[in-house]
């Protein structure tokens, strides 16, 4: 029995890479020296995975940023906008902009937290090997030959290259990234002929967009670059790797159609793929490597479930392989590290370098040489939390007009009143003392003592400036999920857990590993002490059943459904005991509402449901009186607008800066009946908008909605943000809101 995985994470044990980058972006070390950290991190990764026992080990999944800005540099898709620079600074301006030159955009990577920069593409794009014989592939290939170690190149498939791209600016109406197909292709046959001639006996090409819903041209899209690639005279064998759910049958049919060898399956995302095989007539002359350890999330694999799935592949494929099911970039790299996780958690948990011998010591169990290991303890049931959540089945709160009739009366507010989201500039100060108190330098008391000045601060300052609604300014939050994560039962955060999002930006996450509850209030002090210093309503600040999800670990034990209802709950409670703390407006924030969205459309209706359901469980123990908030910061709301709308929050913010406002309509379009804070400046960079952009704006969005439901807000927090702008612009939107209300009497 072969075993291999799909990628390892490449930022290092100790987030080497980021350091790296960091210091050579900020000056402090050269190309050669980053060069050095970077070959230092790829020989200590394959020499790792060989020693583990591998058969098979991965290379080209290293990447300074972003394996798909890799490829759009290796086949020379740079926007002319870049093209007078060269090297390292033209590929960390495509990451990150220059002075006047925009990055390219970012967006998620499937559905996941990683994060890649989007091709433009045109119909004037010309598709060529840029390096030639260093080709990024071959390059790597070789460094790790050098070293006596034969790897396979991984390289992102054709067709997802070209359906994560997009259309540039200025590419004609009815243009798609894939009418460049064959130009693409023959810049792979190029690369394949080139690895084959370095030595490389396999190539592993990543097609994941195959497992989601495919526009009509796909398929046969698949069929037209497969055919030639495999039927090239001089190649390396080809493994086509999906991931993140089951292939779609046709693509699957069209793959096994052309020469290809192997075919990469995810049986823990794509539980569905045996099915599809079995339907598709198997693969009986090919050879299908089996994802059967979980790279996307940190539970120890399932060895009697990967026993079963790989039984009844035998009778499907001509040769079965071992393998993670995806990247193990999605976890982080090493269980070692963690000393303070509690015993029962950590016992069940496996990191990447874990994983990696996970997928070896299955192989061997599987060819019964080892006995199976133990099976996995499951988490001991809050007998509580399911006592009560099973009683709490229809949540909602009571029809609109008495809630908006109750707020009225306790809240007092002007039309358009002035908020903002939640968070004030994270200061130097802050941070600060917050390691500091890590650290056991500050004690407790000294540590609150620092946050309630800020507070206070923040408090004095918006009534200075008249906003209506205050926030506390959340400086006691390290991250809007861990901070929950880290006062509810049943979560557990790491020490060194982390994990590549985009670029050097690392995160946490969080692991979800047992029934959640909540021993104790976990926000109720600090907004009590907010409220005390001013009579306008301060507004608490909560985060979201969904989020809170997105943003961590989840068990993989039971439904996310369950889970989610479970963190619910411990929002309901809180949100009672802010009521009784004299709290009168409360934000559920649900920024991760999108994210989580299924990859297929025939699973978005099962999923907005049990998230609609877990927001309502959270917010409807309210009074009638208590204004429920939420927020959201994208763009794309399509597929969510009715969603949005079911949440029923009384008033709900969203970016909206940049997408001009037109979003409201839609809203409306889909029923949403309730108060709206359409982000009137872009928080996202430091520009101070004037008065009269932001008033037009506001006269832009009441041409699509009532006066009497519309709100004043920048379009997300200002943790990110310094003080002088803020004010700044806090300012001027304030002077918006009057000139435009008073317009309106
Ligand atoms: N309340 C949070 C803040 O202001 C919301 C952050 C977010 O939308 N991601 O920072
Ligand atoms: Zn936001």
């Given at each position: 029995?072969?075993?291999?995985?799909?990628?390892?994470?490449?930022?290092?044990?100790?987030?080497?890479?980021?350091?790296?980058?960091?210091?050579?972006?900020?000056?402090?070390?050269?190309?050669?020296?980053?060069?050095?950290?970077?070959?230092?991190?790829?020989a200590g990764m394959w020499a790792e995975l060989r020693d583990a026992g591998l058969d098979a080990v991965p290379s080209n999944t290293f990447s300074y940023y972003d394996q798909v800005l890799d490829t759009t540099v290796m086949v020379d898709a740079v926007p002319d906008?870049?093209?007078a620079l060269s090297g390292l600074d033209r590929y960390f301006a495509m990451a990150r902009g220059v002075q006047d030159v925009p990055a390219l955009e970012m967006t998620k990577w499937f559905d996941t937290n990683y994060h890649y920069l989007v091709p433009e593409l045109a119909p004037t794009t010309r598709f060529r090997l840029a390096d030639g014989a260093r080709a990024k592939p071959v390059a790597e290939y070789l460094e790790a030959k050098a070293l006596g170690i034969e790897t396979r190149p991984v390289l992102i498939g054709p067709v997802t290259y070209l359906l994560l791209s997009k259309a540039a600016a200025d590419a004609p109406a009815g243009f798609a990234p894939l009418d460049?197909?064959?130009?693409?292709?023959?810049?792979?046959?190029?690369?394949?002929?080139?690895?084959?001639?370095?030595?490389?006996q396999w190539v592993q090409l990543d097609e994941p967009s195959l497992v989601g819903d495919l526009p009509p041209a796909a398929v046969e899209a698949v069929e037209r670059a497969y055919h030639r690639l495999a039927g090239l005279p001089s190649r390396p064998r080809l493994l086509v790797a999906t991931y993140f759910g089951a292939v779609d049958a046709d693509a699957l049919k069209a793959l096994a159609s052309t020469r290809v060898e192997g075919f990469g399956l995810d049986l823990v995302a794509g539980t569905g793929n045996l099915d599809v095989l079995a339907s598709t007539g198997g693969l009986r002359d090919r050879t299908v490597v089996a994802g059967v350890v979980d790279g996307r999330n940190v539970w120890r694999a399932d060895v009697r479930r990967a026993k079963a799935a790989y039984a009844v592949l035998l009778g499907l494929a001509g040769r079965v392989e071992l393998s993670t099911s995806c990247s193990l970039l999605h976890v982080p790299v090493d269980l070692a590290a963690e000393h303070d996780l509690p015993g029962n958690v950590r016992d069940r948990l496996a990191f990447a370098r874990q994983k990696v011998a996970e997928v070896v010591a299955i192989g061997k169990a599987l060819k019964e040489e080892d006995p199976l290991p133990a099976p996995l303890s499951t988490p001991p049931a809050d007998t509580d939390v399911r006592a009560r959540l099973a009683e709490l089945t229809d949540a909602r709160r009571s029809d609109r007009e008495a809630r908006v009739r109750a707020q009225r009366a306790a809240l007092g507010l002007p039309v358009l009143p002035t908020t903002t989201i939640g968070s004030f500039p994270q200061t130097d100060a802050i941070r600060r003392a917050r390691a500091e108190h890590k650290a056991?330098?500050?004690?407790?008391a000294a540590y609150e003592q620092a946050m309630k000045e800020e507070i206070a601060r923040v408090i004095e300052l918006q009534e200075e400036i008249g906003i209506d609604v205050l926030v506390h300014g959340e400086a006691e939050r390290n991250d809007m999920v861990q901070y929950f994560a880290e006062r509810l039962d049943g979560y557990a955060a790491t020490g060194h857990g982390w994990v590549q999002s985009y670029g050097?930006?690392?995160?946490?996450?969080?692991?979800?590993?047992?029934d959640v509850s909540r021993p104790r209030p976990m926000t109720v002090a600090w907004a009590q002490y907010a409220q005390s210093l001013t009579d306008r309503p301060v507004k608490g600040m909560l985060t979201g059943p969904v989020t809170m999800l997105a943003w961590s670990f989840v068990r993989d034990d039971q439904p996310l459904a369950e889970t989610a209802r479970q963190v619910a709950l411990a929002l309901r409670d809180e949100i009672r005991d802010l009521e009784e703390a004299g709290i009168r407006v409360i934000q559920v924030d649900e920024p991760a509402l999108r994210e989580l969205l299924p990859l297929r459309a025939t699973d978005h209706a099962a999923y907005l449901e049990w998230a609609v359901g877990a927001f309502r469980l959270a917010t409807s123990g309210a009074a009638d009186g208590t204004q429920i908030h939420t927020h959201m910061c994208y763009s794309e709301f399509g597929a969510i607008l009715?969603?949005?709308?079911?949440?029923?929050?009384?008033?709900?913010?969203?970016?909206?800066?940049?997408?001009?406002?037109?979003?409201?309509?839609?809203?409306?379009?889909?029923?949403?009946?309730?108060?709206?804070?359409?982000?009137?400046?872009?928080?996202?960079?430091?520009r101070v908008p004037d008065?009269?952009?932001?008033?037009?704006?506001?006269?832009?969005?009441?041409?699509?909605?009532?006066?009497?439901?519309?709100?004043?807000?920048?379009?997300?927090?200002?943790?990110?943000?310094?003080?002088?702008?803020?004010?700044?612009?806090?300012?001027?939107?304030?002077?918006?809101?009057?000139?435009?209300?008073?317009a309106l009497n």
């Open positions: 029995m072969r075993t291999t995985i799909l990628g390892y994470p490449r930022i290092g044990a100790r987030r080497e890479l980021k350091f790296a980058v960091e210091d050579y972006w900020a000056g402090r070390i050269g190309a050669d020296a980053l060069e050095k950290t970077a070959a230092g991190l790829r906008r870049y093209r460049l197909l064959d130009g693409l292709v023959e810049v792979y046959a190029e690369l394949l002929e080139r690895l084959a001639g370095a030595g490389a056991g330098r500050l004690d407790d050097t930006r690392c995160v946490r996450p969080p692991i979800l590993h047992g009715g969603a949005i709308a079911d949440l029923d929050a009384d008033v709900t913010s969203v970016e909206a800066a940049r997408s001009r406002m037109e979003f409201i309509a839609d809203l409306r379009d889909a029923g949403y009946v309730n108060g709206i804070g359409p982000g009137v400046y872009d928080i996202h960079s430091p008065v009269t952009e932001v008033e037009e704006n506001l006269r832009r969005a009441l041409q699509a909605v009532d006066p009497a439901l519309l709100w004043v807000n920048p379009d997300c927090g200002l943790k990110t943000r310094a003080y002088p702008e803020t004010e700044a612009s806090l300012r001027n939107l304030v002077e918006a809101a009057r000139r435009v209300r008073a």
